[in-house]
């Protein structure tokens, strides 16, 4: 009976984009695929729209416009990580379509990027979902590389109490 009442707290992602899905550790740029930042995951994308990773709050918008932190209900900080190296593009080839505090929803529209223009600058379009606060995950699944459509489910992540 009291298991009822213990049942894992769970936090479901999908993907931010449409395109390739790949495992972190397959990003180009070591910062992600050595998880220095965090477990996660990524998109090698073939549209401009990106989407919400979860349901959360939009704690921040960097002022470059690159990337944006979420908060999930259970606590999870989730990064959302557009383009490799964009920083230096001062948020040109961005558009956000959510303000910081907003709710989200998973699978919501977040940002519009001009990927021609991102590629046009020599940098990668990869987007990167990275969980900050590993301490709060006690279980990240495997991601496999696949074909998926933005606001696939892409992942079921255990949350410690």
């Known amino acids: 009976m009291f298991k009822l009442f213990n049942k894992p707290k769970t936090e479901t992602f999908v993907a931010p984009a449409t395109g390739t899905l790949i495992p972190?550790?397959?990003v180009q740029d070591p910062v992600f695929s050595e998880k220095t930042m965090g477990d996660g995951y990524a998109v090698e994308p073939t549209a401009d729209t990106i989407t919400a990773p979860v349901t959360g709050i939009v704690q921040?918008?960097?002022?470059?416009?690159h990337a944006l932190t979420l908060v999930t209900p259970q606590g999870l900080e989730v990064i959302l990580h557009i383009g490799l190296?964009?920083?230096d593009l001062n948020g040109t080839?961005?558009?956000?379509?959510v303000t910081e505090g907003q709710s989200v929803t998973a699978g919501i529209p977040l940002v519009t990027m001009d990927r021609e223009?991102?590629?046009a600058s020599g940098k990668q379009t990869t987007v990167v979902v990275v969980l900050t606060n590993m301490?709060?995950?006690a279980e990240f699944p495997t991601i496999n590389t696949a074909q998926v459509v933005?606001?696939?489910s892409v992942a079921l992540v255990t949350v410690t109490k």
């Open 150 to 152: 933005a606001g696939d």
């Open 117 to 119: 223009a991102i590629a």
């Open 135 to 137: 301490a709060r995950v």
């Open 93 to 97: 080839p961005f558009t956000p379509q």
């Open 60 to 65: 921040a918008i960097f002022p470059t416009k």
């Open 85 to 87: 190296d964009t920083v």
């Open 24 to 26: 972190i550790t397959a």
